[in-house]
């Protein structure tokens, strides 16, 4: 295989060099994903990061949370960018002029979007705590926290279930972090997208064209966000899944909910009741047994979309998941390849559209294989765990802190000094 130039020295600590990472990046209180593309602060990012800092500055972790949560709506939305007011308005686009969100009440201070990203907060804030409970406890961290995470989770659960089925939707493919899945082609498919001349996309300063969304994706992105900001971020858009991912986070959030209520002497049950339900409703949904995986719902087409994503997989991460042996299988298969292919592909390999370069339509990334490696150390499975995490802590050595990586060859793409890729690295090192 032919490996990216290794842009970390053999003898270099790669703790030493992912902390050094997370150091350039972090600013007054958050971290930015990566200095030139990605120059705000990120929903799901920060809990990703806040899961590395926490082993080597817990106070950092618990801000980088705390900031985020500063940034809530009143009907309790986390939005999915949080501005830094100090960075230039056309530093990243769509930015806060387009959003608007200070011509809304109920919003914070600082401008944000309008859209949302997937709720892997309480499970961050819970290990962040777990990580230095006395710091925790003398700056109040959880009690602070957990009522701004129980309505977060309120409102996903109430103004998101579009069905009614217990399950939450996605009304824009930005709020599923995994922008252009093959899975979102088919509902988009049906979006007219804004001509180029309406866009003003950054992102191409910074990383190649090949490795990113193509303007067709941008124009029906950018059609979508504003229908909706236009709708004052209420009413649905003509995009709406319902995504594993997503409610497998909910499911598992739901659960270090039940611990942190557990911990701050309140009653659980309510927490893991709600973590079944939305477990319960996964399986009569999105669960397909002779695929072997969890397929996405477009609630618009009132379709299952079939298409084999890393999503679809990551219900692996709800404990006492019934399917969780059959997950594992599909993984090992041919479209996954778990025991070579590294980090897990975001998209089936065998898919005649995968391609290995470009963004969320086959490479490999850290923070879904490292939820993949978490549930298959909470289902028992610590052989393949333990082999997952030394080949990707290996990828990364070869990479660097790459956004992205070729499953199949270890070639790294997109942004470079990517904070996740380094706080996870950080995790996994432990
Ligand atoms: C990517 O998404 C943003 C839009 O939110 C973008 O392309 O500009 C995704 O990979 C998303 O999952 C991630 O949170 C974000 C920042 O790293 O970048």
Redesign the pocket.
């Known amino acids: 295989p032919v490996f990216a130039p290794s842009v970390i020295a053999p003898s270099a600590s790669l703790d030493r060099a992912a902390r050094r990472v997370l150091a350039a990046n972090w600013r007054r209180g958050a971290t930015v994903?990566?200095g030139g593309l990605?120059p705000h602060q990120?929903s799901?990012?920060s809990a990703f990061i806040a899961l590395g800092l926490r082993h080597f500055s817990p106070v950092r972790a618990q801000r980088e949370l705390e900031s985020l949560f500063g940034a809530q709506w009143t009907d309790g939305r986390v939005p999915?960018?949080v501005f830094d007011p100090l960075v230039p308005a056309d530093a990243y686009f769509p930015g806060p002029s387009f959003w608007r969100s200070s011509d809304l009440t109920g919003t914070p201070g600082v401008p944000t979007s309008g859209i949302v990203?997937p709720p892997v907060h309480a499970l961050a804030a819970w290990e962040t705590f777990k990580a230095a409970p006395a710091v925790a406890r003398s700056r109040r961290f959880l009690p602070r926290l957990y009522p701004r995470l129980v309505a977060w989770h309120d409102w996903l659960l109430t103004a998101r279930d579009l069905r009614g089925r217990g399950l939450v939707s996605v009304v824009h493919p930005?709020e599923s972090?995994?922008?252009n899945s093959p899975a979102w082609d088919e509902p988009l498919s049906r979006v007219v997208p804004l001509p180029p001349s309406a866009l003003a996309r950054r992102?191409l300063a910074h990383a190649a064209a090949t490795e990113r969304p193509t303007d067709t994706d941008y124009g029906r992105y950018i059609r979508i966000a504003r229908d909706y900001r236009d709708s004052r971020y209420v009413s649905t858009p003509g995009f709406a899944v319902e995504d594993p991912l997503c409610n497998a986070l909910l499911a598992a959030g739901e659960h270090a909910l039940a611990s942190i209520a557990a911990e701050l002497g309140l009653d659980p049950a309510r927490h893991i009741s709600r973590a079944q339900q939305v477990a319960d409703a996964l399986m009569a949904e999105l669960w397909d047994g002779t695929a072997g995986t969890f397929f996405a719902y477009d609630v618009v087409g009132s379709a299952s979309l079939r298409s084999y994503s890393i999503a679809g997989l990551l219900p692996l991460i709800v404990p006492d998941l019934p399917v969780a042996t059959d997950l594992v299988k599909t993984a090992l298969g041919d479209r996954f390849r778990l025991a070579d292919a590294c980090p897990v592909p975001s998209y089936d390999l065998t898919a005649a559209d995968h391609e290995p370069g470009r963004y969320?339509r086959g490479p490999g990334w850290i923070n879904t294989s490292w939820l993949f490696w978490y549930g298959l150390r909470l289902h028992g499975e610590t052989g393949l765990a333990d082999d997952l995490r030394d080949r990707l802590l290996a990828r990364v050595r070869a990479a660097g802190f790459r956004e992205y990586v070729d499953p199949l060859t270890g070639a790294g793409y997109g942004t470079d000094d990517f904070s996740?890729t380094a706080a996870l690295t950080l995790d996994l090192i432990r």
């Open positions: 994903p990566a990605y990120w799901w990012d999915h960018i990203q930005w972090g995994m922008d992102d969320w996740w």
